[in-house]
């Protein structure tokens, strides 16, 4: 098997489209079904409709399979791969999903559709956790009819990351894609917890054909199907094997958490021998087995008349009394978790106790730890870079920024585990002379743990932004390219810092002191080729009152300084003048009485002046001098 699910997959050959059937009491209602390299939306026959995937894809390419009459179902027929000019990670995301669990479903394809007779081998993760391997060369039934593999994973950031990582030139390919919440407290998740991923290992019906959405008219909430379970029991067994089958309502049917159907417990099978399954799984895992069973046998009247213990790996891990527990025609399951495997192949044995043992279905879920993922915040920052580097598709710059640990990080990205081992942390970014021509966002301050950013002899422009000077950062080169504006003196906050190149771009203004002395203490740095700069060794002078490509904070001082004593000089001077025509100029008219009785006056003045002159004039001519007042 070259399918593998971390190393060998489940999965299903099948012809028939699966489309999800949901109950109209079911209240989960957010779901996709994307027809992967459609270009225009399809209704099947079931009336679901598939969506182009134009609004989902990172990048790749599409193609038809070879043989499109040998596929029923549209989106069987199309396809989309990611060639090596697409890098090496691609994704598929899933935006604006309510965080909770989902079950997700693909259908793989590959029959020669590119005409190379060679079937590819990449990897598939969700969430940043592999859960999916193909190896190449696929089973010749496989690579022409195709695989449908599910799982349920948690949602807890609102998107889906399902991605693809290629193995040398080989692409990925992927035909559809299906996402259905599903409900969070499903299958014990209040035990199991939400950092696992459950990956179908084998989900089986007992006493019927393969059914559910896709197969048959009969709903599954979930969108499960459910695959007989004859291929997988013990050819040693299969002669004591009957089926049985009943019309009767069963109770205790479609209800939360799991929401079962009741077509699953309305067949079974049962055996006076030994019932027993062998189960292809993957060592060093642990398997979450879900067994179901009814008592649909009308004879069985009470406890006691059927007994059966369950052992998993020949260990006996429970005895079931399906009656004693939940009556006649009644859903009854039961679960259990085989730890530390050391094969890859998993027994489960139904062995009598008391009549004839029986089982209606069984499931099988490897337990997939979460992988550790990148800081959230860090992801922002990453995919702000992304965008404002203009990064190229070929890089392969999608999904988690570091996970899946299995596989490299995104191209020049170099991460670590943070102090508590909980989340990845990005500490080098190396991205010289990738042809970049955008600018550096300033969510790069969110790179808290970067020690190495060289982004040199790119056509990168722009200021550099305020953020740069991360605490941990040791080495900055981003000479060659086109930076303009200042070197902020934030770029100085780092301790460690022990080399800058800055050498080569449009920047401008004084250079922070601190940056300087990083030579002094035994780094070194680099800022030639920079006309604008000054106020270093080497560098000219900066002008006393300009810097930066401004006015410097003392120049901006001595401005202002200048304008206060220009002000107060000018109050000065409007005082004075004010004071004086205060007391020497007098600017208003007089009454008229007033003026009439100045006017009298100065006629009396003049009239008085005449006759003294007159006076004077007969004295001198010896005239007698007649008395001014004469009484």
């Known amino acids: 098997m070259s399918l593998l699910s971390l190393s060998s997959s489940f999965f299903l050959s099948l012809l028939l489209v699966l489309p999800l059937s949901l109950a109209s009491s079911y209240p989960y209602k957010a779901s996709y079904r994307i027809d992967c390299g459609s270009a225009t939306s399809t209704t ?19 193609s038809i399979v070879s043989e499109p009459l040998h596929f ?45 007779s060679h079937s590819p081998s990449f990897d598939v993760s969700v969430e940043g956790t592999l859960v999916f391997s193909w190896r190449s060369p696929w089973p010749e039934g496989l690579a022409r009819d195709g695989a449908y593999s599910d799982l349920f994973a948690f949602v807890k950031d609102g998107e889906l990351d399902l991605c693809f990582y290629s193995f040398a030139t080989d692409p990925p390919v992927i ?60 050819p040693n067994a299969k002669s004591s094997i009957k089926s049985v089958t009943t019309r009767e309502r069963i109770t205790n049917t479609n209800q939360p958490p799991n929401y079962y159907p009741m077509k699953l417990y309305q067949t079974a099978i049962v055996s006076s021998g030994a019932i027993q399954y062998n189960l292809a799984v993957d060592a060093k895992l642990d398997y979450l087995i879900w067994f ?46 085989a730890k530390n495997l ?3 192949e998993l027994t489960v044995k139904l062995v009598p106790v008391v009549g004839a043992a029986l089982i209606s279905g069984l499931e099988n879920y490897a337990l997939v730890p979460n992988d550790l993922s990148t800081v959230p915040e860090q ?47 990005i500490s080098q970014i190396d991205l010289g002379s990738q042809g970049l021509k955008g600018y550096i966002s300033d969510k ?109 904070k003392g120049g901006k001082i001595a401005i202002v300084i200048s304008s206060l004593l220009l002000f107060s000089g000018v109050l000065l001077v409007v ?42 004039s007969q004295h001198a001519k010896g005239l007698p001098t007649l008395p001014l007042n004469p009484r």
């Open 444 to 552: 790069i301050s969110l790179l808290s743990n970067l020690v190495n950013l060289n982004l040199s002899t790119n056509s990168l422009g722009g200021t550099l932004p305020s953020g740069l000077g991360q605490q941990s950062l040791v080495r900055l080169d981003l000479s060659d390219n086109q930076f303009t504006g200042s070197i902020p003196d934030s770029l100085t906050s780092s301790s460690k810092l022990q080399l800058v190149l800055l050498n080569n771009n449009l920047l401008e203004g004084r250079v922070p002191e601190e940056l300087y002395s990083i030579g002094v203490h035994g780094g070194a740095f680099d800022l030639s080729g920079n006309k604008g700069l000054c106020g270093a060794p080497s560098l000219p002078s900066c002008p006393l009152f300009w810097e930066n490509g401004g006015l410097s």
């Open 575 to 616: 005082y004075i003048c004010c004071i004086r025509r205060g007391r020497n100029d007098y600017d208003f008219g007089l009454p008229q009485d007033l003026m009439s009785l100045s006017a009298k006056r100065n006629r009396y003045q003049r009239q008085k002046s005449l006759m003294l002159l007159e006076m004077e």
């Open 44 to 62: 099947d026959p079931f009336n679901t409709t598939w969506q182009a995937d134009d609004r989902y894809y990172t990048s790749g390419a599409t």
């Open 342 to 344: 050391s094969s890859t």
């Open 379 to 425: 992801v922002i920052a990453m995919r702000a870079l992304k965008e404002s580097l203009r990064v190229p598709d070929r890089m392969g710059w999608n999904g988690d920024p570091c996970a899946p640990t299995n596989w490299d990080a995104w191209e020049g990205i170099t991460c670590h585990p943070n102090k508590d081992e909980n989340a990845l942390v």
């Open 175 to 234: 035909a559809s894609l299906e996402v259905q919440q599903i409900d969070p407290l499903s299958y014990d998740a209040a035990t199991i917890g939400n950092n696992h991923i459950l990956v179908n290992y084998g989900r089986l019906t007992s006493g019927s054909n393969q059914w559910g959405p896709g197969f048959s008219n009969d709903a599954d909430d979930f969108g499960r199907s459910w695959q007989s379970d004859a291929a997988s029991r013990s």
């Open 72 to 116: 029923r179902f549209p989106h069987e027929k199309t396809l989309r791969y990611f060639p090596p000019s697409c890098g090496k990670k691609n994704c598929y995301i899933i935006p604006n999903l309510p965080p909770g669990r989902y079950y997700i479903r693909t259908f793989t394809v590959y029959d020669n559709y590119d005409g190379k």
């Open 292 to 337: 179901h069973f009814a008592e649909i046998d009308s004879s069985v009247t009470k406890a006691g008349q059927r007994v059966f213990d369950i052992l998993v790996n020949d260990k006996n891990v429970t005895r079931v009394d399906i009656f004693n527990s939940v009556g006649s025609f009644a859903a009854y399951s039961w679960h259990y978790v």
